[in-house]
């Protein structure tokens, strides 16, 4: 096999490493190409093309989280990782645990660790790599890198809820909400969500930006129930979808530009937290980019405007 040929096979694998270090598409796939590009360089062959490249992606995205970190603390607004709505990488006996690992709530706990801890819990918890791997990646010792991982499992086991929706109840509640949604069933709506609902939107200043969110069922319902029919006149579409492996939607235009994504993120049985990227510097890789001040000016007129009959 050559070396072109091996590393396409590992290709999904590192992707998936890069993504949940970064939590950008966009900056994983320049990692894996520059991981590539070392290992095209790299004079002789390593004795395992899966570790070499595994230590390489890591330690580019290592690297480059140090720098992002700085860009996030000047953030305008929340800041959300850009949306990823299907996970290269497989592994059908570990498929739930690789999901719930992706999803916007656990990514935004993995900020809060640093970017050595994040590394190692990554390759760790997620992929299952042996310490001796783990410690010759990172450039530390073993005993470092299990101290590491402990530490990252307290920080992530403090933030997660204690119960969580399975998938298939996910899934089916998520189809309610959008069924409600699309409908404008307001009392549907009430019943699918949290009393203490939030909905945030990552917008980055580069789009229509909602305060600092909507809070409480009152509040979201009334928001949802009003956005949505003059939205739907306009001609825009709700396309449910998953995205961070949780039940969510793309939304878009009448030409089929993509204005934002939403995740859900369902517990007890109802919705506690709407999470939408509307910075258009995070859409590029889900599809074009509608112009969200355009649609949001059309659909207020929209609103403004008596119903035909």
């Not at 992707?15 to 270090?21: M, N, T």
């Not at 140090?66 to 996970?87: K, M, Q």
């Not at 306009?234 to 793309?250: D, F, T």
Request: hydrophobic share 45%; glycine share 6%; proline share 7%.
């Amino acid at each position: 096999m050559s070396r072109a040929e091996e590393f396409e096979e590992l290709r999904p694998l590192l992707f998936s490493i890069a993504y949940r270090i970064l939590g950008s598409v966009t900056e994983a796939e320049d990692a894996v190409q520059e991981t590539w590009l070392r290992y095209e360089a790299s004079p002789t062959p390593p004795a395992s093309a899966k570790a070499f490249l595994a230590t390489v992606v890591t330690r580019v995205s290592i690297n480059v989280l140090r720098s992002a970190r700085v860009r996030r603390e000047e953030y305008v607004g929340p800041w959300f990782p850009e949306p990823l709505l299907t996970d290269p990488y497989e592994d059908p006996e570990r498929a739930a645990e690789l999901a719930d690992s992706v999803s916007m709530a656990a990514l935004l706990l993995l900020e809060r660790l640093t970017p050595l801890e994040r590394a190692v819990f990554v390759l760790r918890e997620v992929f299952d790599f042996g310490f001796p791997e783990i410690a010759s990646a990172v450039g530390r010792s073993q005993a470092a890198c299990r101290q590491l991982v402990v530490r990252a499992r307290r920080h992530m086991h403090e933030g997660r809820p204690r119960f969580e929706a399975d998938r298939r109840e996910r899934e089916e509640l998520a189809m309610r909400f959008f069924d409600a949604f699309t409908e404008g069933d307001v009392d549907g709506l009430r019943a699918l969500l949290a009393a203490d609902v939030q909905m945030v939107a990552d917008s980055g200043g580069k789009a229509p930006q909602w305060a600092t969110g909507f809070f409480g069922v009152g509040q979201v319902s009334g928001m949802l129930a009003a956005l949505l029919p003059p939205f739907v006149r306009i001609g825009g579409v709700v396309e449910p979808h998953q995205v961070n492996g949780r039940p969510g939607a793309i939304f878009r235009d009448r030409d089929g530009k993509v204005i934002n994504t939403w995740t859900l993120d369902i517990l007890d049985g109802q919705i506690q937290t709407i999470r939408t990227v509307s910075n258009p510097d995070k859409l590029g890789h889900v599809g074009p980019v509608a112009d969200a001040w355009a649609v949001l000016r059309e659909t207020r007129q929209a609103r403004r405007a008596p119903d035909r009959p």
